[in-house]
């Protein structure tokens, strides 16, 4: 159905150093580490452990999952990762659902924005500034060098694994996530495995080089350290935010960055404006691509709606991770009380803080001038469609997402709302409809929401066995390997299974069972492993649907 990227291989080695979380009295052996990046770890490793690492944090409910953040962010990240000094790495970015105002870049190329920190940017290019940065980091190979030249007592990669989860999990929120991966044997907080002062500055100057080449404004790092620090040192003390913390913000860092910035901004002004590439040039050093026969059509994106993207998505991504009932007062008040306020993106992030707080009649009411002006913005019409479903709207919302999905044939975004819509509440045929809707799609994906919502529909429309599969994705991409190969072994002992689904079936447990074998002989407390004790309160899943638990924290 659908290609599972499982790393079996990795299994023993990715068990043995999660468990790794001793202190220094234990007398753990450090390895000899080397000088060399890829031998402290493959590239390949690297980016299996990254992606161990966000299944964890899926599972601890510390990612925020929605496809057009996701796409925003990743675009945003790619465009940056095409002006860096090895475009060809492997990367990949997303959103933690935390209001602790920070970022990490973690093995493999994956780097995390959090929420805090995307709704505290003020443009574009401050939020591209801080990925900047992260990608420097990863570039310049730091996390290897920060273990290399240290003294710790753990494997390299358990600490990297273990410090990025605390990083992202809100360590001063008090939820221990990463002291569940280390059976309560320390925590390891991500201010610990620091980069130096020497790191910091290189990554600043990678980081303002990649802006610069990637068309932002090379000032904008530096803008936001101050920004940062002039909005949240007021009435604080000496309780910094983890940012400052994390990436220490001294005034030769900052006078460093503004003048490599200059530097850059100076060198821009005198290059010649408009495409500098001729079509002799064009078809002599790269590959012909088809559909484009003039080099100049290249030209950069810009909104053909007017509407600043940017900005739509920092306030859907405030509305998703807080309290939409909280944060609809919030917009009210905002704009009864501050003219200054009543921009678009704030009506749209009162629209959303709406829908999802069971008013979208009144969200119907905001975003109806906002499409008058803007007819044409995928955003908007995406909110109108989800709140004509919250407000009873059904047939006309599905008019909409069918609109949307003709337009935008294979958009996550647009497949995954209108699947919901037709399966939740509609007939077997309808979700059937939505089954194949979403079916195309999960070769691209490893968000466990599209799984879960293909499952759904596949269950409705009565193919029970696609339902099943689809469901131990679900859970294995949100960090439950156990639940998901048991899953995988009731489907098995059906007598109903024909040739290829028992084939399919096989696979995914031979795939499966090392990596499951691993964590139950270390007795890593994953949230779902039955022989590691039983895990905190905040992290017991209550209530399953059809093996499918949904989490409460």
């Known amino acids: 159905m659908a290609k599972r990227v499982w790393f079996p291989r990795l299994a023993t080695l990715a068990a043995a150093l999660m468990a790794c979380g001793l202190n220094a009295q234990e007398g753990v052996r450090l390895p000899d580490l080397g000088s060399s990046a890829d031998a402290l770890i493959s590239p390949q490793d690297a980016q299996d452990y990254g992606a161990a690492m966000l299944r964890q944090m ?79 980091h990863i570039t310049q190979n730091h996390l290897q060098r920060a273990f290399e030249d240290s ?46 002062r020497k790191d910091e500055i290189e990554a600043d100057r990678v980081g303002i080089q990649t802006l610069a080449n990637a068309g932002f404004d090379p000032h904008a790092m530096a803008s936001f350290f101050d920004h940062m620090q002039d909005t949240l040192r007021v009435g604080m003390g000496d309780d910094l935010p983890s940012l400052l913390q994390d990436h220490p913000v001294f005034p030769a860092r900052i006078s460093d960055a503004n003048a490599r910035a200059d530097a850059l901004a100076a060198r821009q002004k005198l290059r010649p404006t408009g495409s500098t590439l001729s079509r002799e040039q064009w078809e002599k050093a790269t590959a012909p691509v088809a559909y484009l026969k003039d080099p100049s059509a290249l030209l950069p994106r810009h909104d053909h709606d007017g509407l600043d993207t940017y900005a739509l998505i920092r306030e859907r991504v405030r509305v998703l991770s807080g309290d939409p009932a909280r944060l609809a007062d919030y917009y009210a008040r905002n704009l009864a009380e501050h003219a200054a306020f009543d921009t678009p993106a704030n009506r749209y992030g009162y629209a959303l803080a709406l829908t999802l707080s069971n ?30 479903l919250q407000a009873g709207h059904r047939a006309e919302a599905l008019t909409r997402y069918a609109e949307l999905n003709a337009r935008s044939p294979r958009n996550h975004a647009v497949a995954l709302a209108y699947a919901k819509a037709l399966s939740e509440g509609g007939s077997r045929e309808q979700a059937a409809s939505a089954a194949a809707l979403l079916r195309p799609l999960l070769d691209d994906s490893d968000e466990p929401d599209m799984y879960r919502t293909y499952a759904r529909a596949s269950e409705r429309a009565g193919d ?90």
């Open 151 to 196: 003294k710790k007592s753990a494997p390299l990669m358990a600490l990297i694994l273990l410090g990025a989860i605390a990083a992202g999990s809100g360590a001063h929120s008090g939820d221990s996530s990463a002291a569940v991966l280390m059976g309560g044997q320390g925590l390891l907080m991500q201010r610990e495995i620091n980069f130096t």
């Open 464 to 553: 029970s066995v696609r339902a099943g599969e689809a469901y131990a994705d679900a859970s294995y991409l949100s960090g439950r390997p156990f639940d998901a190969l048991e899953q995988l072994k009731r489907l098995l002992r059906r007598d109903d299974l024909d040739y290829y689904a028992r084939a399919r079936i096989q696979g995914r447990i031979a795939q499966l069972t090392p990596l499951v074998m691993e964590l139950r002989k270390r007795k890593i407390p994953t949230e779902d492993n039955p022989d590691a004790g039983s895990p905190p309160p905040q992290l017991r899943a209550a209530g399953c649907d059809t093996g499918d638990c949904v989490r409460v924290r």
């Open 58 to 136: 899926r599972s601890l409910g510390l990612v925020l999952d929605d496809p057009l953040v996701n796409d925003y962010i990743n675009d945003l990240g790619y465009r940056l990762v095409a002006a860096s000094e090895r475009p060809r790495e492997h990367f990949s970015f997303f959103v933690a659902k935390d209001d602790v105002i920070n970022a990490f870049a973690a093995p493999g190329g994956y780097i995390a924005v959090n929420s805090g920190l995307i709704v505290l940017t003020r443009n574009e290019d401050e939020l591209a500034g801080v990925i900047a940065h992260e990608i420097g």
């Open 359 to 388: 008013r979208g009649e009144q969200a119907l009411t905001q975003l109806a001038p906002l499409l008058a002006g803007h007819p044409d913005s995928l955003l908007l019409q995406l909110a109108q469609a989800e709140a004509m």
